[in-house]
């Protein structure tokens, strides 16, 4: 028992000694941290101090390796001059005759620089880090919708490609007073060459649009638009609605696929068929030069009746069919030069003259379409310019197109009528949710150059 007990003391007093160095220790560390002055509010003061700079030491270097990157790329735009090539927009920009030749060399595999135009601008960007300007990339626009960019390569040469920009779709909706011409000021707000000819289409019946519309007539066309993030129009789709008011009155039709067609027509806003047998104008943007009726003759000298009607329009413009039939002749004839003449139901006949050329399979016994392309506009045989002398027949009995009232195509009746009035209702709340949000016509595309009319005999 006795030495048990003296080992318990033993034990306690080695407690006592642990306990005593942990004391001390403390006490001198306590001592060390009073003198070094970490309890008090100035090394508080001195961490944040040091935190502080080297955060500003941080911002200084990010600040200057980020402004050295800058100034290190340059870029640059310009525009295309006037007969200008790209290798000369480039070399202009400041790069080499071989960096040039190099990006051209990759963009001619996704684009065709000879589409560039006068004014359009190019992008062109640079790096500066070894004091020189090297030629990095190019950027332009191919067209709306669509951008060509050509980036440096890690092996030194150029890669190109063709990026197509998001596009979004519209109901888009022009109203507006004609200004110098209907297809002028329709593609000046918009439209393009497709949304003008459906309108000449839709009115080709009973509109001369050289001699019936005027400065000032209104117009409106309805129809699905894709664009651009520049607002220019990409592509277009259907056409929902056309109207045009004129001297001789105000007319509207609406797009309908009736039941058991394979495309849609025109109606007015009662069913009936905008078509009629036979086109007034079996040509699209001609100037009508002479009408039907005695004149003097420019030619020949003297007055002679002019049994038909000639339109004045560029060599090449295209000539259409005024109705559905079969060619009972198609070659040169005369006087008439190249020509055609179509045997049509009910007696009538149509004749063209003047072609400069016909259309691919245009022969004798060939069935036509009304609205196809048979020839384009020319000046060959008894002629002292470009135009289309155009004839109607009845019977043998030369008629006067201009005047000539023919029936019109098929009337929707029943379940079509029913079907198509929904469809009209359906277009005129979309004209009317497009008319308060766009109450006035404003450009929404890019510009397209307007073809002039030829001159005429």
Do not use: C
């Amino acid at each position: 028992m006795r030495a048990e007990f003296a080992h318990r003391l033993m034990e306690a007093r080695r407690g006592l000694t642990a306990f005593g160095l942990m004391a001390a220790t403390a006490v001198v560390g306590l001592g060390l941290a009073w003198h070094a002055g970490l309890f008090s509010g100035a090394a508080g003061a001195a961490a944040a101090e040091i935190a502080a700079q080297r955060e500003e030491a941080a911002r200084r270097a990010e600040h200057r390796a980020f402004t050295e990157v800058y100034l290190a790329h340059e870029a640059r735009e310009l525009r295309v001059a006037n007969g200008e090539t790209l290798v000369g927009v480039l070399t202009r920009a400041g790069a080499t005759s071989a960096e040039a030749n190099a990006a051209l060399a990759s963009i001619v595999d996704v684009y065709n620089p000879r589409e560039l135009r006068p004014g359009q601008p190019i992008s062109l960007f640079f790096d500066r880090s070894n004091g020189g300007a090297r030629l990095t990339g190019v950027a332009f626009r191919s067209e709306p919708g669509a951008s060509v960019t050509a980036n440096r390569t890690r092996a030194g040469g150029f890669a190109a490609r063709e990026v197509l920009m998001p596009v979004t779709f519209e109901i888009a909706r022009i109203a507006a007073p004609v200004e110098t011409s209907l297809y002028a000021s329709a593609l000046q707000l918009g439209a393009t060459d497709r949304e003008v000819a459906a309108l000449a289409d839709a009115f080709a019946y009973d509109v001369d649009f050289q001699r019936d519309v005027r400065p000032g007539d209104p117009f409106e066309i309805v129809f699905e638009r894709y664009y651009d993030d520049e607002g220019n129009t990409v592509r277009t789709g259907n056409m929902l609605f056309v109207s045009l008011e004129t001297g001789r009155g105000s007319r509207k039709f609406y797009s309908f696929i009736a039941p058991g067609d394979a495309r849609p027509d025109w109606y007015d806003e009662n069913g009936h068929s905008a078509r009629r047998f036979l086109m007034k104008t079996p040509i699209n943007g001609a100037r009508l030069s002479s009408g039907y009726g005695m004149r003097r003759h420019p030619i020949l000298g003297y007055s002679r009746m002019h049994r038909g009607t000639d339109f004045a329009a560029p060599t090449g413009t295209p000539i259409l069919a005024a109705g559905d039939g079969a060619i009972v002749r198609a070659g040169p004839y005369g006087s008439y030069g190249n020509y055609i003449r179509i045997r049509h139901a009910n007696g009538y006949e149509t004749s063209y003259a003047h072609m400069s050329r016909f259309a691919r399979g245009m022969r004798s016994g060939v069935r036509v379409r009304q609205g196809q392309v048979i020839g384009y506009v020319g000046t060959t045989g008894r002629s002292t310019g470009p135009h289309l002398h155009y004839e109607v027949m009845l019977r043998g009995r030369q008629m006067n197109p201009m005047t000539l009232r023919v029936a019109t195509g098929r009337n929707l009746e029943g379940r079509a009528l029913e079907l198509f009035m929904i469809e009209r209702e359906r277009i005129d709340t979309l004209r009317q949710v497009r008319a308060r949000e766009t109450p006035l016509a404003e450009p929404i595309g890019e510009l397209t150059p307007v073809a002039r009319d030829a001159s005429s005999p």
